[in-house]
């Protein structure tokens, strides 16, 4: 199957700091990505939706200026958290999928990062 | 709003059992609807992908069925094995290229 990779796979960071969360397609053009949060023992929660080339969608309630989302490549989805802070702490994942070429539009998921705030 | 649940919370059974995991969704317009797998502090691993126009499908030990007009869906585990132990996610794409919306899960143990 596709290939999904995120990297940093761990971050520790001071509050008030920048993170930068990569997400890159590894074998497959994507041509939509998706940005979740996971919380501990819940479920994913979409946080933007991410169409290259083009701004991204967020859901409500997430903040497009904390959250920058860049999808300049078919291979590469960027995610900024911007001036972290401890409740920014959580499990970020993202999926891809590749609209152009595929019949059933799966979504191909990264092996998340996790983002710890001090 | 689309609205997933899965039944039961948490489930530990004794290897070698048979189980089912329930999924239900409360808008039944869906495009298909996928089965993960999560291991703790790691991403997902898709398991089975039913599209609308399917009712079930299979890999392995493992076989989803997916009943549109009801809004269910289950995932069927033969013969458990310690292996499998992980939390079972099942998801629904409404339309085609948009967003899933996830259950919370079943954590699933197997003991040996």
């Known amino acids: 199957g596709a290939v999904v990779s995120q990297h940093p796979s761990r971050v520790i960071c001071k509050s008030g700091t920048s993170v930068k969360i990569e997400c890159r397609s590894l074998?497959?053009?994507?041509?939509?990505m998706f940005w979740y949060r996971q919380f501990p023992k819940k479920s994913l929660m979409l946080m933007a939706t991410?169409?290259?080339?083009?701004?991204?969608?967020?859901e409500q309630g997430v903040e497009k200026d904390k959250f920058l989302i860049n999808h300049a490549s078919l291979t590469l989805s960027t995610l900024t958290v911007t001036s972290a802070h401890p409740e920014d702490s959580s499990f970020y994942i993202c999926?891809?999928?590749?609209?152009?070429?595929?019949?059933?539009?799966?979504?191909?998921f990264g092996p998340g990062t996790r983002l710890t705030v001090l | 709003k689309q609205e997933v649940t899965q039944i039961p919370a948490a489930l530990s059974v004794p290897e070698g059992e048979n189980l089912v995991l329930n999924c239900s969704f409360t808008?039944?317009?869906?495009?298909?609807l996928q089965w993960f797998r999560q291991d703790p502090g790691k991403g997902l691993t898709s398991l089975l992908l039913?599209?609308?126009?399917?009712r079930e499908q299979t890999s392995g030990r493992l076989n989803a069925s997916l009943d549109k007009s009801s809004g269910r869906s289950t995932l069927y585990i033969a013969a458990s094995q310690p292996g499998d132990s992980a939390t079972y996610l099942c998801?629904?794409?409404?339309?085609?290229?948009?967003?899933?919306?996830f259950g919370e899960g079943t954590q699933l143990t197997v003991n040996p």
């Open positions: 999926s891809a999928s590749d609209l152009w070429t595929s019949v059933v539009d799966e979504q191909f």
């Open positions: 074998d497959f053009q994507a041509t939509t």
């Open positions: 991410s169409n290259e080339g083009s701004k991204a969608t967020y």
């Open positions: 808008d039944s317009a869906i495009y298909n």
């Open positions: 039913i599209q609308s126009s399917q």
């Open positions: 998801a629904v794409e409404e339309t085609s290229g948009s967003r899933l919306t």
